[in-house]
């Protein structure tokens, strides 16, 4: 199994990220409640291998973004992508616009909030029923001309939307809610390994069911193996694709580190298709 994969052919990042959601506040709005303990989980990253950090500017808002810029900044040898696409109005509240002018005006300021002069990685958090998907398509287009971002990813996607988006520029990546239990974008993962296109798992340890409970598969699985559930399941995603880029998220250290060790355990293709089958 590789350990590395090159987004958009150009960068190549080790694929097992960092996903800097949970570093916020509650709801993921305002600050952490251990700010201390979230800029000691950033800091610990690079010193783990952890070399690619999916963000947005909505976390907090601009919170997680400006957690990264203090703890990590220049960001030598990292990956920093983040997304724009909603706006926030409290706890728990997510509010999509991409309108244009939304668009840019938010990958601007995330240019500035994270201190860089261009966004490695920037994704559409979300296509807008409400805009038409040309001019959504064409804004990203428009940073990408710009030179404000060097590619650019979508979020919540089918392979329908990527083959449109495809059309007006380079989809590098699909970041789509995908887990051990729920396989709702398989289409999505196979369409991106066809095509290159690095796949971003969000919400990679979401619940198992059945398959989480003692006893269960995954749970007999990671006895066997001295791991974790939550390792385990990593190390399910890491072999389903070799696009595959989880981004577990964490506001501490001592989880963090459990979550990186999933990099380490191979499943054989008896032990991936033993807990396919059982999800099934």
């Known amino acids: ?35 201390a303990e979230a800029i000691r989980v950033l800091k610990r990253l690079p010193e783990l291998g ?47 616009n991409c309108r244009p002018e939304h668009l840019i005006a938010s990958a601007k300021k995330s240019l500035q909030k994270l201190g ?31 030179g404000l971002i060097a590619q650019a990813g979508l979020s919540e996607v089918s392979v329908a939307d990527i083959k449109a988006a495809s059309a007006v520029f380079p989809v590098a990546t699909v970041q789509n809610n995908y887990n051990l239990a729920d396989r709702h974008s398989d289409d999505v993962v196979d369409y991106c390994a066809a095509n290159g296109i690095g796949f ?17 598969a995954l749970d007999m699985l990671a006895k066997a193996k001295g791991a974790t559930q939550g390792q385990v399941a990593l190390a399910w995603l890491l072999k389903r694709s070799p696009v595959m880029l989880p981004i577990p998220g964490t506001s501490k250290v001592a989880h963090l580190k459990e979550n990186v060790g999933a990099a380490a355990i191979a499943l054989t293709d008896a032990e991936f298709a033993s807990l396919d089958r059982k999800r099934r």
Do not use: C
């Open 1 to 35: 199994m590789t350990s590395t994969f090159r987004i958009g052919g150009k960068i190549e990042v080790n694929r097992l990220g960092f996903g800097a959601m949970q570093i916020t506040g509650h709801g993921v709005w305002g600050p952490p409640r251990d700010r």
């Open 50 to 96: 952890v070399n690619f950090i999916d963000t947005a500017d909505s976390y907090g808002p601009d919170v997680s973004e400006q957690l990264i810029r203090e703890a990590l900044h220049p960001y030598d040898g990292l990956l920093i992508a983040t997304k724009a696409g909603f706006t926030r109005s409290g706890p728990d509240m997510w509010h999509i």
């Open 116 to 146: 860089l002069e261009q966004i490695a990685l920037w994704q559409l958090h979300r296509i807008d029923s409400r805009v038409p998907h040309a001019e959504q398509f064409g804004a990203v287009k428009q940073l990408l001309d710009e």
């Open 200 to 216: 971003i798992p969000y919400y990679p340890l979401g619940g198992g069911g059945e398959l989480t409970k003692a006893g269960g």
